[in-house]
């Protein structure tokens, strides 16, 4: 509104009158003081401001925001007071409902104390895609997004001792947090893990290391490292955050785990003695580490295979998800793990997705597939249509410790269209396997 005409117009008597005059055939003012402005610019129009359209960029299904925006340099202020506007599809609408969330997302607390994060530059916002009719559009979103990320978060001093060090690779959320005290108990060796956190989660993870991580508080071989949530992010960034976690390794080897499992004792020195026994010129082998699994809530650990085999006999102990995803570790053949006493090679089948020791120098992880579904498929994937070679170690082992499902399983689970997404991308990605490596998948 233009203040000098409201002034000349003898402001105060004429909201009144003009209220009055509409109150007669409206009876009531749904909108209290907005009505009244509406009815005063209304009947007097001079006291109308005109204002660039960049100053009230209306972001609704029927706005013509697209003829405001074309030339414009900065926008002042966004009109975006219904939810149902999140859903709009126009270049604007993903760069300012990353900024609505971001704004959501902040905790006041932050204010009062100390932030622990670093920024970089690195950070875009995503190009909007008018008329978009890719109908997995937003799960794709993922793969072009760079996270902002904190690296070495706690305090790290490790130096490699020999060729043979090997690192334990994982990535967790805030709700697996408690699972690495008993991570520490059964892994010495050096270890690379990152946190997917907000700022605040960051903060309070601190204060859990200082006061319910004993273990982990007094490790310096552990490279812990922060990726900090993006908002315009639906998924958990799976492949993103193991791809960080391999790039701050020192050591020549990695085994490629995961937070919720627990390896067998004394894994990380018979690794170390495994690979010194391999010839060197054996760089694409991946060794198996088989998974296992209990549904017990308290199931004791077994401290050697020979304990393993006595509980799978009584029921205690299982393969990892031979009931519900048997393809995914059926390759390892478990029977013949069962009695073997020497390594032993199996042949890549479809959607194998073993736990393995590779070389750190091993190809990244595709950070198209976030959340659940297809990510360390896609990874063993990629090792087979480079020739990789699976062995199964006989005397090595991992248990799976029973947790809530995530979101993403629930997902997973639930949208058709989420699982047909997935599926467009394996068999891309497995196109461009076959196109780059003349793999064979069949």
Same mark, same amino acid.
């Given at each position: ?31 209290? &003081?907005? @009505? +009244? ?9 001079? /006291? %109308?401001? =005109?204002? !660039? ?109 020999? &060729?043979? @060090? +090997? ?9 697996? /947090? %408690?699972? =690495?005290? !008993? ?260």
């Amino acid at each position: 509104l233009h203040l000098g005409a409201l002034r000349s117009a003898e402001w105060r008597s004429t909201w009144a009158n003009v209220t009055r005059k509409v109150l007669r055939s409206y009876k009531s003012a749904a909108l209290a &003081d907005q @009505d +009244v402005i509406n009815a005063v610019v209304k009947d007097t129009p001079d /006291v %109308h401001y =005109l204002l !660039p359209c960049t100053w009230n960029v209306q972001l609704s299904e029927h706005a013509l925001s697209e003829h405001c925006l074309r030339d414009a340099e900065e926008y002042k202020l966004v009109h975006w007071n219904s939810p149902m506007k999140q859903g709009v599809r126009n270049d604007h609408a993903p760069y300012f409902s990353s900024l609505h969330r971001t704004f959501q997302q902040y905790d006041g607390n932050l204010m009062k104390n100390m932030l622990t994060s670093c920024y970089h530059n690195n950070t875009e916002a995503p190009k909007g895609d008018v008329g978009n009719t890719d109908p997995c559009h937003d799960i794709r979103l993922g793969q072009t997004l760079k996270f902002r990320t904190h690296p070495f978060f706690l305090h790290h001093d490790f130096h490699p001792g020999g &060729d043979h @060090d +090997v690192t334990l690779v994982a990535q967790l959320s805030m709700d697996r /947090v %408690h699972m =690495l005290d !008993p991570l520490c108990s059964h892994w010495r060796g050096p270890m690379s893990l990152v946190l997917y956190a907000s700022d605040s989660e960051a903060s309070e993870f601190l204060d859990l290391v200082g006061t319910h991580l004993p273990l982990m508080s007094r490790r310096k071989n552990v490279a812990f490292h922060i990726v900090y949530k993006d908002p315009r992010s639906h998924m958990y960034p799976v492949n993103y955050l193991r791809n960080v976690a391999l790039r701050f390794v020192n050591t020549q080897h990695v085994y490629l785990s995961d937070i919720d499992f627990l390896p067998s004792l004394g894994l990380q020195d018979h690794l170390q003695d495994v690979l010194q026994s391999m010839s060197s010129e054996e760089e694409k082998v991946a060794l198996v580490v088989p998974a296992f699994e209990s549904f017990l809530y308290r199931v004791d650990f077994p401290q050697n295979k020979s304990q393993l085999l006595d509980m799978i006999s009584k029921g205690k102990i299982s393969s990892f998800r031979a009931d519900v995803w048997s393809k995914g570790h059926r390759a390892t053949d478990f029977e013949r793990w069962c009695t073997a006493i020497a390594p032993y090679r199996v042949k890549w089948q479809e959607d194998y997705e073993p736990y393995v020791v590779v070389r750190s120098s091993v190809t990244p992880y595709d950070t198209r597939f976030a959340g659940f579904g297809w990510n360390k498929v896609s990874h063993i994937m990629a090792l087979h249509a480079q020739g990789y070679e699976f062995v199964v170690l006989p005397n090595s082992f991992m248990v799976h410790m029973p947790h809530a499902p995530s979101l993403d399983i629930g997902r997973f689970r639930w949208s058709k269209h989420y699982r047909d997404c997935l599926m467009v991308l394996k068999r891309e990605y497995q196109t461009e396997l076959v196109r780059k490596y003349g793999a064979q998948f069949s």
